[in-house]
T-cell receptor, first 113, second 112 residues
Framework: GQQLNQSPQSMFIQEGEDVSMNCTSS?????WLWYKQEPGEGPVLLIA?????ELTSNGRLTAQFGITRKDSFLNISASIPSDVGIYFC?????????????FGKGTLLTVNP | DADVTQTPRNRITKTGKRIMLECSQTKGHDRMYWYRQDPGLGLRLIYYSFDVKDINKGEISDGYSVSRQAQAKFSLSLESAIPNQTALYFCATQLGGGEKLFFGSGTQLSVL
């Protein structure tokens, strides 16, 4: 099946620092989604991207749909302690009724106050 | 109240026991999914359903079964639990025609 390579696997940063993470694939995706999972909770959707080159922001978070359609990036600016969690990318390849998502393995973010 | 509710939140059981995990939703979505999360492995799809009585296998369906008797409910069963089924299980819903998934809070299952 399709695979998404998400990196880094984990990050340990100081409060106030900027964060970057990415997902890459050998396959072309039509949609990219970024989720955040906080301890004891399910993943929550942060940003959805639908077009190659698209750049979308949600507060301090910015995500980009790579122009090759094989990658996506998530940046967090001026990190705060509540940014702690696991960030997942997810991609959808097909159209029509194929709405199943493929998930990356996640990036564990720790923010030191 | 949560839109996607999973019960129980935690369960400890013994090898060989039959276990059922429940998921109910008030979002009115037609599609429902069961995922399993293991540390370092991300989310892996077990089963999914696009409508009542519709059942489809995901990438790791062996050892699991599901039931979708009503649009709002999707249950996951482990017929004979084994220790490597110890994991965090998530139910998710999706509105047909869209791609966004909405997750429950998860069920932590431990098989001893």
């Amino acid at each position: 099946g399709q695979q998404l390579n998400q990196s880094p696997q984990s990050m340990f940063i100081q409060e106030g620092e900027d964060v970057s993470m990415n997902c890459t694939s050998s396959s072309i995706f039509n949609t990219w989604l970024w989720y955040k999972q906080e301890p004891g909770e399910g993943p929550v959707l942060l940003i959805a991207l639908y077009k190659a080159g698209e750049l979308t922001s949600n507060g301090r978070l910015t995500a980009q749909f790579g122009i090759t359609r094989k990658d996506s990036f998530l940046n967090i600016s001026a990190s705060i302690p509540s940014d702690v969690g696991i960030y997942f990318c997810a991609g959808r390849m097909g159209g029509g009724s194929n709405y199943k998502l493929t998930f990356g393995k996640g990036t564990l973010l720790t923010v030191n106050p | 109240d949560a839109d996607v509710t999973q019960t129980p939140r935690n369960r400890i059981t013994k090898t060989g026991k039959r276990i059922m995990l429940e998921c109910s939703q008030t979002k009115g979505h037609d599609r429902m999914y069961w995922y399993r999360q293991d540390p370092g492995l991300g989310l892996r799809l077990i089963y999914y359903s696009f409508d009542v009585k519709d059942i489809n296998k995901g990438e790791i369906s062996d050892g699991y079964s599901v039931s979708r008797q009503a649009q709002a409910k999707f249950s996951l069963s482990l017929e004979s639990a084994i220790p490597n089924q110890t994991a965090l299980y998530f139910c998710a819903t999706q509105l047909g025609g869209g791609e966004k998934l909405f997750f429950g809070s998860g069920t932590q299952l431990s098989v001893l």
